[in-house]
């Protein structure tokens, strides 16, 4: 059974960082396509950014390039979403999920998603 844990959430300050964590249990990371997703109070759940089962990367969200990154170690079965110079707007809950295209494609390809964490970035 496909298990994801996401966690290192919490409350930052404007200009901050955190990393989150996307622990997988019942596969290896490197054999799904993972991505990261936000949903913000009364919005729609967006794609952040995704990284397929070769490597690549996509980037869903225009407002987090150059600020957030994306990586994965397979030695850990672990993906993480780096985030720097946060701020106000990108206060959500963040899930991960994972989904068996071999690209990064819509959300209605990833058929496994974590139980999310809460990121909140205010002073």
Known sequence: QLQLVES?????QPGGSLRLSCAASGFTVDDYTIGW?????????EGVLCISMRGGITNYAAS?????????DNA??????????????DTAVYYCAASRERLCGGILDFISWGQGTQVTVSS
């Not at 987090?64 to 994965?72: D, L, N, Q």
């Not at 850990?76 to 707007?89: A, C, G, I």
């Open 8 to 12: 290192g959430g919490g409350l930052v």
């Open 37 to 45: 997703f936000r949903q913000a109070p009364g919005k729609e759940r």
């Open 64 to 72: 987090v390039k150059g600020r957030f990154t994306i990586s994965r």
């Open 76 to 89: 850990k079965n672990t993906v993480y979403l780096e985030m720097n110079s946060l701020n106000p707007e």
